[in-house]
């Protein structure tokens, strides 16, 4: 299973989507796909803010089912949003405090995150990007130490793109 999947009911969401009936929802890949079908758009983390920008000014917008995504968009689109508050168990499990003594251990790592962290940790990121752009920014980057907010999956991608520079994984909440 999927934490962010689960956490959208298709009984709750429809109750959500009924309290706004002129919005247009965008619900990110990661829904099931009984939210898929009650949804106008679906999104990745790479096209989440274009898709929001494209949708006429006058026009109320849901986002689910990532509270964390949502409210990422809704602060580069200034986009006011009905969020859904879901999240994925991996990107929220993130230590804030355990990612201050690393990034106090290794000043002169850049903190790369997927926009599905909390904001706390969005805030102190040099760079916010999908899964695709974190692995992209490591490799155009000229920094050499990155610490890497998001699913550990991508950090043998990363070591093996680029072996010559020291990737460290966010903590996670023990």
Same mark, same amino acid.
């Given at each position: ?67 964390? +995504?949502?409210? $990422? !968009? #809704? &602060? ?10 879901? %999240?994925? /168990? ?43 752009? +974190?692995?992209? $920014? !490591? #490799? &155009? ?10 699913? %550990?999956? /991508? ?20």
């Amino acid at each position: 299973g999927c934490s962010l999947a689960d956490s959208a009911d298709e009984e709750a969401f429809k109750l959500f989507k009924a309290k706004h009936p002129e919005a247009v929802v965008v619900s990110y890949i990661n829904c099931t796909a009984k939210v898929k079908a009650m949804s106008d758009y679906i999104c990745t983390s790479s096209n989440a803010v274009d898709i929001v920008k494209a949708i006429p000014a006058d026009k109320e917008i849901i986002f689910a089912p990532d509270e964390n +995504l949502g409210k $990422y !968009v #809704q &602060q580069v689109t200034g986009r006011k949003m009905h969020i859904w508050e879901g %999240a994925c /168990i991996v990107h929220v499990n993130i230590s804030v405090e355990k990612l201050n003594g690393l990034l106090d251990k290794y000043p002169e790592a850049e903190l790369i995150a997927h926009p599905e962290c909390l904001t706390e940790v969005l805030n102190k990121a040099h760079f916010i990007g999908s899964t695709k752009a +974190l692995l992209e $920014y !490591v #490799q &155009q980057s000229p920094a050499t130490t990155f610490i890497v907010a998001t699913e %550990a999956g /991508i950090l043998f991608k990363m070591r093996e793109a680029v072996p010559h520079k020291k990737i460290i994984p966010a903590p996670a909440v023990e």
